[in-house]
C-alpha cells in the first residue's frame, strides 16, 4: 500500500468514511459531529482569532449554500486561516486567487461550469480590503458580464490580515495602523465607503447587506440569493475582535449594536431598488455601540474637545442611515431588530407558523 | 449527473487534524443549571420555569403534575399567594412579571374540571402512620408529602372540615368555596389519609398520646389566638379583633354597625377585613399601618405584606391607607371609641444597627371613628402545647421544622417566622421528607445550594417582547361577598403566559450557542446530553472566545476556569 492510501485509510478510520454513492450505506455509525443536521462546509480546527466574526459569517453562509457550490476565495484572513498548508477547513472546492482578482476567478469557474452542462453555483468570497479596493474593477466586471455568481463580502472593516490598515470600509474616525488617533486627526478621516449603491448601481438582481449577529435572516438572505440566476451581492458585517479591540466574547453584541443604532443598515435592493429594510424601532445612541471597541476609544477622552464632534459626527451618520432607509418602520410587524434574533424552546422564533 | 447530498460531496476537512482546543486560555464553557429566581422565591418549593416547559410543548396536564411535585393545593395558592415569584421574575424589568399565578390557578382549577390524578402511589398498609395537628394548607400538604414518602397520615382537626384559616378567614371574593372544596376533597380522597375532625389537641388527643401510637408528630396549628392589644391601656369596651371579626363574618354574613371605621394592622386580615366592610355599608374604612406602600422609594423589608393584587384593589375601591403611621391614642367617651389619634413613623436603625420603629412628635392627627380594629396578627393557642411553645409561637429548630423531642415538626404560621399559605405548603413538604428519610435511617435530605440567575445573567436581546396577559376582573361597583373579583386567565392567555418564561439558568434548546460558534465547537445531539441539555462542547476545538455563553439568552452557559 503507498503511504498515500495509508493515509487515507487512517483519516477515514478517524472521520468516518463518506458512502462512494448516496444510495449506499456509510459503513460505520456517524459520530456526533459527523450526525450534524446542517451542512459542514466549513469545519473546526480553521486558525482564526477567537471570537472571529468572519469565520462565523462564512459558516453560516456555507451551512445555507452547500454542499453544491465551489468557492473563489480572495487573499485575506479568510483565506489564511482556512487553509494553513497541507490542511483545509473547506469540505467543497475552493479555490484561492490573487487579492485583486476572485470575481475574474469565480467569473472562468462559472463559465467552466456552464461549458460543462453543471449546476453548481459559484461562490466568490473577500474581506473588504479585497472588495472595496482592491479587486473592486474585476467585481465591477464580474456583476457587468452578468456571471451567475454569488458573491459574499466579508466586512471587517480594515486589513487585519495584514496588520489592522485603514480600508476605504473602515468607518469614520476608527483608529487603525495607518490612520492613527493622535494629536492630528481622530481617526479616519474620511467616511466608510457606500459599496452597496455603486453595486446596485449595476443594476444587478440582489444586493443585501446583514450581520452576524442576526443569523436566521443571514441565511435567509443567502438562499435568496442562491435562487437567482444571475449575480447578486452580500456583505455581512463581520466584527473583528483583535482589530475593533474588543472582548472576544463580545462579537455579537458589538454586531448588534451596530444595527441597532444604524451605523449599518440592513438593506436590501433589486435592481437598484431598496426592496426591503430591517427596521429599528428604538434606536440606540452609536455611543452604546462606540463604547465596546477600543478603536473608538479616542471618542470618550474627556480632555479632547474633538471627541465630542466625531461621536456627534457618527450619530449623524447613524440618524442619516435611519431617515434615508426609513428604518424606523411602520405598523406592528414584530419582525426587527427587537424581534427577528428571538428565540423560543427549540429555536429561533422566526419562521414559525 | 450525480446527485449531491448533504455531507457527502467532499472528505472532511482536514483542519480536524489540528486540535485549536490547545489555544484556551482564560476558561471553557460549560452547561450550569442554576436556580430561577421564582424557584428560589417560591416558599412552596415549585419550580415553576419546570411546569412552564411543559406548558410551553402544550401539555398542561404534564404541567400540572410537575407542579403538584411540591404544591397540592395550586388552585388554592394560584388564589391567595402573595406570589413572591412574581417579584422576583426577571422579566419584570422587561415588560412584565409572568402572570404566575394566574397560570398556576388556571392549571388547578383544570385539574379539577377534568379529574387528574395526584402522582402518588397508595402507600403500603404496614407503611408508618404520621400524625398531622391541624387540616390547614400546611397539615394538608404534610399529609400529600408523607404519601409522596411512602407513608401515611392521620389528620386531626379540631373545627368539622379542613382547611383551616383558607376556609375560616379568607373571603370567598379571594377564594370561592367551590375552587377550595374541590382542590381539598380530591386531596383528602388519597388512599392513606385519614381526617379526624372535630378533634382538638389538649382535648381529645395530646403530642404525648400521638407520639406512643405513631411514627411521627407534625404540629400545624396555625395561630388562632388574637394578640392583646391596648393603647396606653385603654381598650374599648366593644373590641372586635380582626381575625375573629372575619370568622364570624364568614359564618353569619354580617358585621357590627359602624360607619367610620380605622382597621389597625398590615397584613392580608386587615386589608380584606377593610374591604368587606366598605362593602357591607361603611362610608369610610382607614387602614393605619406601620409599613409603606409599594413604590421605588420603599425598602423592600418595608413594603405592606399583602397580596399585591388585593392592594391594587383595595385602593381601587376606595380604601383610605396611612401608612407609615400607628394608633397612638384613643379617644374615649366613657368606654366607646369616637377618635383616634395617629401618628406618623418610620422605621429607623438604632445605635445597634437594628431598625426599631420611631414615631414623629407634632405628627399627631385626630381620625373621628365609630369603632376601631386591631389586626395585628394572631398568636398560637396554647392548649394542649405546653412545654412546646415558647412565648407566642413555637419556634422550630432547623429548617425541617424540628422540636427538642424527638419526631416532632411543626410547620407555618404557628412557627412564628411564617405567614403564608405558601410557606406552610412547603413546610410540609420538607417535614414530610425529614421524617421519611429519618425512619428510612438516612440522613436527611440535601438542600439545593445552587446559585440563582440574576437578570444580568440573561442575554434578554433573544426574547420577544410580549406584554403580560391579565385576566378580567369584576369592575368596582358589582363586586359583592360571593363573586370571585379576578376571573379565570383561559388557556389561550395561559399558554402565551408559559412562552413568556425566560427560562433563566435553563436550556432553551433555542440553537444559540449552536448557531454562534465560529469554531464549529458546539455539537447538537438528537439524544439528550448527560448534563440534560442537546448539546455538547467539544473542547478539542473550542477556542474559549466565551461567544456562546454571552449569547445564551438563559445564561445556561458559564465560562470557567480550566481543571
Known sequence: ?353 | MAILTRGAYAEPGTTLDFKTGNWRSTGKPVHDHVKAPCHAACPAGEDQQAWFAHLQAGHPKLAWRELVQANPLPGVTGRVCPHPCETACNRAAMDGALAIHNVERWLGDKAVAKGWAYPVDAPADDAPIVAIIGAGPGGLSAAYHCLRNGLRADLYEALPEAGGLLRSAIPRTRLPREALDGELNRLLALPGITLNARTRLGRDVTVEGLLSTHAAVILAPGCQSAKAWDVDGAVPADLHEGLHLLKEFMDHGQFPKADKVVVHGGGNTAIDLCRLMKRAGASEVTLVTASGLPGPDTAPDDIINVVPRELDEALEEGIEIIDHATVSRLVMKGSKVTGVEVVSLKKEPGKDGRKRRVAFEGTERLLSVDMVVPCIGEAVDPEGLQGLIDGTYVWAKDAWGRLEPENVHVLGDARGDRGTVAEAIGDGRLAAQAIAAKLAGAPDPEADTRLEMGASGLNLSYYMPTPRHAPAKVPVAERRFDTEIEGDLGRAAALAEANRCLSCGNCLACDNCWTFCPDNAVIKTVELAQDGSHYLFDLDYCKGCGLCAHECPTGYIQMVPED
Open chain 1, 1 to 353: 500500500m503507498s503511504d498515500k492510501s495509508e493515509r487515507l485509510a487512517e483519516l477515514r478510520a478517524k472521520h468516518g468514511r463518506p458512502p462512494a454513492a448516496p444510495h449506499e450505506p456509510k459503513h460505520d455509525a456517524p459520530t456526533a459531529r459527523e450526525a450534524q443536521p446542517r451542512f459542514r462546509g466549513l469545519e473546526s480546527g480553521h486558525r482564526a482569532c477567537q471570537g472571529c466574526g468572519e469565520a462565523l459569517a462564512a459558516r453560516l453562509v456555507m451551512e445555507c449554500a452547500g454542499p453544491d457550490v465551489m468557492v473563489a476565495n480572495a487573499t485575506g484572513c479568510l483565506e489564511v486561516f482556512t487553509t494553513a498548508w497541507p490542511q483545509s477547513a473547506w469540505r467543497v472546492p475552493w479555490m484561492h486567487s490573487l487579492f485583486e482578482n476572485a470575481p475574474a476567478i469565480a467569473s472562468g469557474m462559472e463559465a467552466a461550469m456552464k461549458a460543462k452542462g453543471k449546476n453548481t453555483k459559484v461562490l466568490a468570497f473577500g474581506g473588504d480590503g479585497a472588495t472595496y479596493d482592491i479587486g473592486f474593477q474585476a467585481l465591477s466586471g464580474m456583476l457587468e458580464r452578468y456571471h451567475n455568481i454569488l458573491y459574499v463580502c466579508y466586512d471587517n472593516e480594515a486589513y487585519m490580515n495584514t496588520g489592522i490598515q485603514r480600508s476605504s470600509s473602515t468607518p469614520h474616525s476608527a483608529t487603525t495602523t495607518t490612520s492613527p488617533a493622535g494629536k492630528e486627526r481622530m481617526g479616519k478621516r474620511h467616511l466608510k465607503k457606500d459599496l452597496l449603491s455603486i453595486i446596485a448601481a449595476h443594476h444587478i438582481p440582489y444586493a443585501a447587506a446583514a450581520s452576524v449577529a442576526y443569523p436566521q435572516d443571514l441565511q435567509r438572505k443567502v438562499r435568496y440569493a442562491m435562487g437567482i440566476e444571475g449575480p447578486t451581492f452580500l456583505v455581512i458585517h463581520s466584527p473583528c475582535p483583535l482589530g475593533w479591540k474588543h472582548d472576544s466574547a463580545a462579537t455579537i453584541e458589538v454586531a448588534r449594536r451596530a444595527v441597532e443604532c444604524g451605523l449599518f443598515p440592513l438593506v436590501e435592493l433589486e435592481r437598484g431598488a431598496v426592496t426591503n429594510v430591517m427596521p429599528i424601532r428604538d434606536a440606540r445612541p452609536v455611543t452604546d455601540y462606540l463604547e465596546l471597541q477600543g478603536r473608538f476609544a479616542h471618542l470618550f477622552n474627556g480632555e479632547d474637545p474633538r471627541a465630542q464632534e466625531e461621536r456627534d459626527h457618527l450619530q449623524a451618520l447613524a440618524d442619516h442611515n435611519i431617515q434615508t432607509f426609513g428604518l424606523n418602520g411602520e405598523g406592528d410587524d414584530p419582525l426587527d431588530t427587537s424581534g427577528i434574533a428571538a428565540v423560543g424552546r427549540g429555536g429561533p422564533v422566526t419562521g414559525r407558523g
